[in-house]
């Protein structure tokens, strides 16, 4: 995926609210309320999330691209209040736009139950593309919330609707915090995000389930903590017939990107603690 940074979200928040009978163009009235309480984000709900009724939420450009889906920033306030929050709109795109590599492999173990929807998406009939576009938008909110229940360190998951997922934005002084690969950590806070990556990995597969594609490019660095990011993937450890494989090739990129910055780790001792935490 690559970023393109937008200015600080504070300023966005001088666009100027009023009370709104229709919302103008790139705008649109918050559906939280209007949907299922599965799709929304799990208790409690932060403090800093705007869930009034009234809110109003603005485009405010994109934030990241990729293969698979876009990453939107969305302003959602309260006109004529300070209420306001940023948030990151991840939307996943329709199966002929879309070229997840090596779908078969992170799937393996999920199961679609009604037929006519599996013979839909062999064919991949129009409807059985919408439904593959929604089943990984599916999968990453699942992921988020198992993840975010097991305390492992994520985005707050704020809401689903179709194939959007709107969750928490990680920030640094305002601006949305880099990837893991760009930075260049001092000694000590590097030992740090070790041990942080070691206990988060450590959390997901005590509970059975692997990230599958966990990498410096997917983790942000949130000033001195992590921040694991792009779950659509996440593979079942035990249900999954490569869900030690997966775990492996996540130890191995995590342990080859500490090492070149110097600090002393090995993917096979991390493997084996990882093993002995799932069983």
């Known amino acids: 995926m690559t970023s393109q940074h937008p200015a600080s979200p504070d300023a966005f928040f001088e666009f100027d609210y009023q009370a709104l009978d229709d919302p103008e163009d790139g705008q649109r ?15 409690p709900v932060p403090d800093w999330l705007v869930t009034d009724r009234a809110a109003v939420e603005t485009e405010l450009g994109i934030l990241k691209t990729g293969k698979e889906a876009d990453v939107f920033l969305l302003e959602r306030a309260v006109p004529a209040t300070d209420q306001s929050c940023v948030l990151a709109a991840k939307r996943y795109r329709g199966e002929e736009h879309r070229t997840f590599h090596r779908n078969d492999g992170y799937t393996d173990g999920r199961r679609v139950r009604d037929s006519r929807v599996t013979r839909a998406m062999a064919k991949k009939s129009a409807f059985g593309r919408e439904v593959a576009a929604g089943q990984w938008a599916g999968a990453e909110w699942d992921s988020l919330q198992r993840c975010w229940d097991a305390g492992v360190p994520v985005p707050y998951p704020v809401q689903i609707d179709g194939t959007e997922i709107l969750m928490e934005l990680i920030t640094v002084e305002g601006e949305p915090a880099p990837r893991l690969a760009t930075t260049r950590p001092e000694p000590d806070l590097l030992r740090d995000w070790f041990e942080q990556l070691r206990s988060a990995m450590a959390a997901m597969a005590s509970r059975g389930f692997v990230h599958g594609d966990l990498s410096p490019y997917n983790i942000l660095a949130a000033g001195e903590r992590l921040v694991i990011i792009d779950l659509p993937q996440m593979v079942d450890l035990v249900a999954n ?31 084996g603690e990882l093993l002995a935490s799932a069983w």
């Not at 009235?29 to 208790?43: A, K, M, N, V």
């Not at 990129?253 to 993917?267: A, H, I, K, P, Q």
């Open 241 to 271: 017939p490569n869900g030690s494989d997966f775990l492996l090739r996540d130890c191995h990129n995590v342990c080859t990107w500490f090492r070149r910055r110097g600090l002393d780790v090995d993917e096979q001792d991390l493997f």
């Open 29 to 43: 009235f918050t559906r939280y309320w209007d949907l299922e309480p599965l799709q929304r984000g799990p208790e």
